[in-house]
């Protein structure tokens, strides 16, 4: 299953590559740290909400925006496995 | 600025009582503690990736879907506002 954080990086990055940006600059209006932007874009770590808001004010990319293209990079094949045990146990409640 | 973490939290809440399931039920199939996933609920806590995804099988919500439906709870109106600082900083850029 793929993971929220690293979906949400991985869009992160092409949106700021497509915009010929740096780390260094968006990380400067962002007012995070290069190594920390440069974390999150590699899904490594969990962003708080406060800092992907401002990273994505510095990328002047909406937040619903930014979900619907995750959205679109997860694809609709995208379905949770439910474990048979767990399915048993959702009958039964 | 609405945080990610909230408008996460009450598209879960609105997904489990659409199920009409309790916390009780929906945090034992996900493994996290009843407290928890309140306070993931109520976008007191930012819940894991991880964590996350275990809620969203336990709620048989593929993340995709659960991303487009808080994109569509935030609203085709919301735009980050970019602080006319750092505007001026990004032309300067």
Redesign the interface.
């Known amino acids: ?7 949400i990086g991985e869009r992160l990055r092409r949106t700021r590559t497509s915009q010929r ?1 740096t780390l260094r ?1 968006v990380s ?2 962002a007012r995070v740290s290069l190594g920390y932007l440069s974390e999150v874009e590699r899904g490594r770590k ?1 962003p ?3 800092l ?2 401002s990273i ?3 990328l ?6 930014l ?2 293209r ?3 990079d ?3 094949v ?5 474990p048979d045990t ?1 399915a048993a ?2 009958v039964a ?1």
């Open positions: 299953m793929t993971l929220l954080r690293e979906a940006r600059e400067r209006v969990e708080s909400s406060e992907l808001g994505c004010v510095a002047d990319l909406p937040l619903d925006e979900l619907r995750v959205a679109d997860l694809g609709p995208y379905l949770p496995e439910v767990l146990e959702l409640a």
